[in-house]
């Protein structure tokens, strides 16, 4: 409305003037000046009204055209603060996303923590069975063995105190079958010296030497025989014992062989 006020006040002097003219006129003349005053004052008023509608339409366009600037105006306040929310609601969510994207950081690394002191725990837990499995059955093995040691030990004892008996009982029957030998030997001299000395030959003949010497050797081969008889049998008995006590080794032996492979087989 601004821009209405100077052009009405620019229209309306002229206006006055014309009718003042015209005024002025019809004092002075006839009816035709008075019809021409008439004409006047009407081309007067339209040109009035004409400037009126044009300042009308000016102040009108001015008004529009303030009212687009005002409203451009607003709108670039509003793409900027629209602009400018936007942005700062873009680096909210960016500090949030950015907050969060530690915090799940955090969260995964305190779940790695976790799960890597419970990976060692269960690791530790695992060794600690599996070394106790493998003591258990290390423990197992040796139990086995001692107990194969320990009969073997006992069997070989009794062994050895069988064998003992037996070379006892030899000994016994060695010297009883020595004196019975003796005991033959002496019979048989004083019946071959009597015999002798009833034909009138003496010990101290030839022939009667010959018989004397036949007899001793023959005792004395009889002696030999049983004393290498007897050492057989001693050498069967020892032969016996020790090769008890060599499958006792060997029996040993195997059974380690196999504890270790199983061992190996088990937990390697």
Same mark, same amino acid.
């Given at each position: 409305?601004?821009?209405?006020?100077?052009?009405?006040?620019?229209?309306?002097?002229?206006?006055?003037?014309?009718?003042?003219?015209?005024?002025?006129?019809?004092?002075?003349?006839?009816?035709?000046?008075?019809?021409?005053?008439?004409?006047?004052?009407?081309?007067?008023?339209?040109?009035?009204?004409?400037?009126?509608?044009?300042?009308?339409?000016?102040?009108?366009?001015?008004?529009?055209?303030?009212?687009?600037?005002?409203?451009?105006?607003?709108?670039?306040?509003?793409?900027?603060?629209?602009?400018?929310?936007?942005?700062?609601?873009?680096?909210?969510?960016?500090?949030?996303?950015?907050?969060?994207?530690?915090?799940?950081?955090?969260?995964?690394?305190?779940?790695?923590?976790?799960? /890597?002191?419970?990976?060692?725990?269960?690791?530790?837990?695992?060794?600690?069975?599996?070394?106790?499995?493998?003591?258990?059955?290390?423990?197992?093995?040796?139990?086995?063995?001692?107990?194969?040691?320990?009969?073997?030990?006992?069997?070989?004892?009794?062994?050895?105190?069988?064998?003992?008996?037996?070379?006892?009982?030899?000994? @016994?029957?060695?010297?009883?079958?020595?004196?019975? /030998?003796?005991?033959?030997?002496?019979? @048989?001299?004083?019946?071959?010296?009597?015999?002798?000395?009833? /034909?009138?030959?003496?010990?101290?003949?030839?022939?009667?030497?010959?018989?004397?010497?036949?007899?001793?050797?023959?005792?004395?081969?009889?002696?030999?025989?049983?004393?290498?008889?007897?050492?057989?049998?001693?050498?069967?008995?020892?032969?016996?014992?020790?090769?008890?006590?060599?499958?006792?080794?060997?029996?040993?032996?195997?059974?380690?062989?196999?504890?270790?492979?199983?061992?190996?087989?088990?937990?390697?």
């Amino acid at each position: 409305m601004g821009g209405i006020t100077p052009l009405v006040t620019t229209a309306l002097p002229l206006a006055n003037s014309v009718i003042g003219t015209v005024r002025n006129a019809g004092s002075a003349s006839s009816s035709a000046a008075t019809q021409q005053a008439a004409a006047q004052q009407a081309a007067a008023e339209l040109e009035y009204k004409r400037q009126q509608d044009a300042a009308q339409a000016a102040a009108a366009q001015a008004a529009l055209e303030q009212k687009y600037r005002e409203e451009a105006t607003a709108a670039e306040r509003n793409a900027q603060a629209a602009a400018t929310a936007r942005q700062q609601q873009a680096q909210l969510e960016a500090e949030a996303q950015a907050r969060q994207w530690a915090h799940d950081a955090e969260l995964r690394q305190q779940e790695q923590e976790l799960q /890597r002191q419970k990976d060692e725990t269960a690791a530790a837990a695992a060794a600690a069975a599996r070394a106790k499995e493998m003591d258990d059955f290390r423990g197992a093995q040796e139990q086995t063995l001692a107990q194969l040691r320990a009969g073997q030990e006992e069997a070989v004892r009794a062994r050895e105190t069988d064998s003992q008996t037996q070379l006892a009982q030899l000994t @016994a029957a060695a010297d009883a079958a020595e004196q019975r /030998r003796l005991a033959a030997l002496r019979q @048989a001299v004083s019946k071959t010296r009597a015999g002798l000395g009833a /034909r009138g030959v003496t010990a101290q003949d030839g022939s009667g030497e010959a018989i004397l010497l036949g007899l001793t050797n023959s005792s004395e081969t009889e002696r030999k025989d049983a004393q290498a008889t007897d050492q057989l049998k001693r050498a069967a008995i020892q032969q016996g014992l020790d090769d008890a006590k060599r499958r006792n080794l060997l029996e040993l032996s195997q059974l380690a062989d196999r504890q270790r492979l199983e061992y190996m087989s088990k937990f390697f």
